[in-house]
Nanobody, 127 residues
Framework: QVQLVESGGGLVQAGGSLRLSCAAS????????LGWFRQAPGKERECVAA????????YYVESVKGRFTISRDNGKNTVYLQMNSLKPEDTAVYYC????????????????????WGQGTQVTVSS
């Protein structure tokens, strides 16, 4: 079992930055591939970034490439999403998630591949 708790969301002006954190419980955190998802009102949940268990491979949705960075600190059982140059269209509830495929060397952008989810944190970017 893994429990995930996000933090770091808030209100920021366009062009600003936020760093989301997701703290996890569970002894095998380091073995889980992880992802950050977001969901805006009326839209489907989308994967904005994903990382393999080792951190050696990452995925970013095209709209955030060059602006967002996913990283993980397995020693602290935490995954981060650094978000720079934020835009109003980044406004959404952001969720971190962990796959059930322990030690998988591949990332996934499909929500159905993730077994554990945090409660979400709101990010609002004003224009």
């Amino acid at each position: 079992q893994v429990q995930l708790v996000e933090s770091g969301g808030g209100l920021v002006q366009a062009g600003g930055s936020l760093r989301l954190s997701c703290a996890a419980s569970g002894r095998t955190f380091s073995g889980y591939p992880l992802g950050w998802f977001r969901q805006a009102p009326g839209k489907e949940r989308e994967c904005v970034a994903a990382v393999t268990w080792s951190g050696g491979s990452t995925y970013y949705v095209e709209s955030v490439k060059g602006r967002f960075t996913i990283s993980r600190d397995n020693g602290k059982n935490t995954v981060y999403l650094q978000m720079n140059s934020l835009k109003p269209e980044d406004t959404a509830v952001y969720y971190c998630a962990a796959r059930s495929a322990l030690y998988s060397s591949t990332w996934s952008r499909a929500p159905a591949d993730y077994k554990y989810w945090g409660q979400g944190t709101q990010v609002t970017v004003s224009s």
